[in-house]
């Protein structure tokens, strides 16, 4: 593959994609969602708190764990960095879950992370390959502007066009929705054909840890939803809101802010198997709920 197109994928097709999939989610926010902050403040604090709190120790501790090179590690901690994202949305949605609740969540987490990402990650380059000349760096003012752009301001206006054009925006909405998933196969799609030994090489050198990763996100984000006494609608949503990332953000992170294919290619097999869990977790949880509309 030319360096041309690998340069405007970099450059180009991830942030462009990111972009469309943030425009997307403002376009079913309103302002009044986040009055649920504090109608429902114990689900908002759970699903806030293991995402943004609680992730990033299980994605240091999982690394750790399975003993992973530094770059496998880095790629783990990158996901684990990152918000929930509209794929959490969708599969609240089809799961029957609290879809009010998933999309608050996604949109706070995703504003809180524009500034505690570029810190976090300029922390972890050094941490996870060394201090050597050949550490990559970051400007964190630099990255919190580029991801202000790529994710707060297309949210901004998807909402501004749901304000003042509420029918439009319901009718874009339904045609962005697939085509942002396509640009996130394409991303995939993209990193597998030009790099298909590494990603075979991650599946076995860092797939179990990524697998490892999600499920146990999911299922602390069961346990906090039951902790705080959330009805199975909620903690099945606070489940999928830590266990689903925003792979797009954690892909244009690795592939064009850090550069690094190895990184994305990581993120790219995380984004499968949270898709594959996420289906298995809403299947279990749609069967729990007609039996037991069965029985009443």
């Known amino acids: 593959m030319s360096p041309e197109i690998i340069a405007f994928v970099q450059t180009k097709f991830v942030p462009g994609g990111l972009m469309l999939i ?6 079913t926010l309103a302002l009044q969602d986040f009055a649920l902050v504090l109608r429902g403040g114990r689900q908002v604090f759970a699903g ?3 995402q943004l709190l609680l992730l990033p120790v299980l994605g240091l501790a999982i690394g750790f ?8 590690a880095l790629g783990l901690f990158i996901i684990s960095i990152c918000p929930a994202g509209t794929t959490s949305n969708a599969l609240t949605f089809v799961g029957r879950g609290n879809v009010a609740l998933a999309v608050v969540l996604t949109a706070i987490s995703s504003l809180v992370t524009v500034f505690s990402i570029p810190f976090l990650l300029s922390w972890a380059l050094p941490f996870f390959l060394g201090r050597g000349g050949d550490v990559p760096t970051i400007s964190v003012p630099q990255t919190i502007a580029q991801l202000f752009l790529l994710t707060v301001l ?6 501004v066009v749901r304000r003042y054009a509420s029918g439009f925006a319901a009718r874009m909405e339904r045609w962005l929705r697939p085509t942002s998933f396509i640009v996130m196969v394409g991303v995939i799609a993209f990193s597998v054909a030009i790099s298909l030994d ?12 990524l ?15 039951r902790a705080i006494g959330a009805s199975r609608r909620d903690s099945m949503t606070i489940a999928i809101e830590v266990g689903v990332q925003n792979a797009s953000l954690a892909i244009f992170l690795t592939l064009t802010v850090l550069g690094s294919l190895p990184l994305a290619v990581s993120q790219n097999i995380y984004g499968v198997v949270m898709l594959i869990n996420g289906t298995i977790l809403i299947r279990w949880f749609n069967a729990r709920l007609k039996a037991e509309e069965a029985l009443a």
């Open 211 to 225: 697998w490892t990763l999600n499920v146990v996100a999911t299922i602390a984000g069961l346990l906090l939803g």
């Open 48 to 50: 806030l708190g293991g």
């Open 22 to 27: 943030m425009f997307s989610m403002g376009l």
């Open 65 to 72: 764990l399975f003993q992973l090179p530094p770059e496998l």
């Open 154 to 159: 297309p949210v901004s206006i998807g909402m």
């Open 198 to 209: 590494l990603v075979l090489a991650q599946l076995v050198g860092a797939g179990p840890a």
